[in-house]
């Protein structure tokens, strides 16, 4: 079956498990994926924030961030993306309920019980939900999945964990996915860079000059300066959108172009249609550019 079996909330420095699920899973590989979890969750200050331990049957997903770390098991045939939404999910729900003083002061085991109920609930939702219900959250997972990969281990290297935890020298096989690069600049590509780059220049002398008459003499000319300097700034983040991935490309690049245009609109009467066209034109390459211009290696489906 195709489900969440067990999730819990630890605290990475040590391990200390915080919160859990109730289970009422008796099954030997179960057991025996619980006893690995445990020794992982002692060694996560090691890894990135993002992994997956996968066997046979069962897989742990693990997200960290800051003082805490959610875990869960899930069966093997559960999707990553939806695991790592759970987990997302989890996360922001515990940071919303408790501060991180609270979190380094706890002592024992499960000091927030009271959190138990809140991650069943969850888990339930999550076994139940189906497409509509988690697209959006989906959509942003699978990006970030894509863009950085969690890191693999094979859930029998689990054993060897507790050795290290207690300063073992053993060492785990541990396969991280490679982080891909972006595909090499175009000679267009270079030229889309120059002219945004001089676009921008433009924007900023006419914006920073007429700033210095607007509120010496006609503080009603701050909206023409405000139209200057936003498509500066698009100018930038479209030559950072080009040079770098990020998550979310294609949006952010859509809302650049926009702004270019919009504020470009506006200014008609200080810029001639030459001028407007021209600056448009050098934001829609720039865009066609950015959209263009991939990973060079598609990653791998991501357990789905």
């Given amino acids: 079956m195709s489900m969440i079996f067990f999730a819990c909330v630890v605290r990475v420095r040590d391990g200390l498990p915080l919160s859990a699920s109730t289970d009422f899973h008796f099954n030997q590989d179960f057991l025996e994926c619980r006893k690995r979890l445990k020794a992982l969750s002692s060694v996560l200050a090691q890894y990135p924030s993002r992994g997956t331990a996968r066997g046979r049957d069962l897989c742990i997903h693990f997200l960290s961030a800051g003082d805490i770390a959610c875990m869960a098991i899930c069966s093997s045939t559960y999707s990553t993306i939806m695991a790592f ?40 939702h999550f ?25 693999q ?21 541990v396969e ?14 270079i030229l889309s860079l ?23 003499e006609d503080r009603e000319g701050i909206s023409n300066v405000i139209a200057f300097l936003l498509p500066f700034l698009a100018c930038v983040f479209q030559c950072y959108l080009y040079l770098f991935y990020c998550s979310a490309r294609k949006v952010k690049t859509f809302a650049l172009f926009f702004s270019v245009c919009s504020c470009n609109v506006y200014l ?25 211009r991939q990973l060079m290696e598609k990653q791998p489906d991501c357990g789905v």
């Fill in 85 to 124: 939404c759970f987990l997302e999910e989890l996360q922001w729900e515990f940071a919303a309920s408790y501060d991180t003083t609270s979190i380094s002061l706890a002592s024992r085991p499960y000091a927030f019980i009271e959190f138990d109920n809140v991650i069943q609930k969850v888990k339930c």
């Fill in 127 to 151: 076994n139940r939900a189906r497409g509509s219900q988690t697209k959006a959250n989906w959509e942003k997972v699978e990006e970030e999945l894509k863009f950085r990969p969690p890191v």
């Fill in 153 to 173: 281990l094979k859930l029998e290297d689990t054993e060897l964990m507790n050795g290290m935890a207690n300063g073992g020298h053993t060492g785990v096989h």
């Fill in 176 to 189: 991280v996915v490679p982080t891909y690069r972006m595909q090499p600049v175009t000679p267009l590509g």
């Fill in 194 to 216: 120059v002219l945004n780059i001089m676009c921008g220049a433009l924007n900023l002398i006419r914006g920073v000059h007429l700033a210095e008459h607007s509120f010496q």
């Fill in 268 to 292: 008609y009467g200080l810029r001639n249609l030459w001028q407007i066209a021209f600056h448009i034109g050098v934001a829609a390459l720039s865009s066609y550019q950015i959209l263009t």
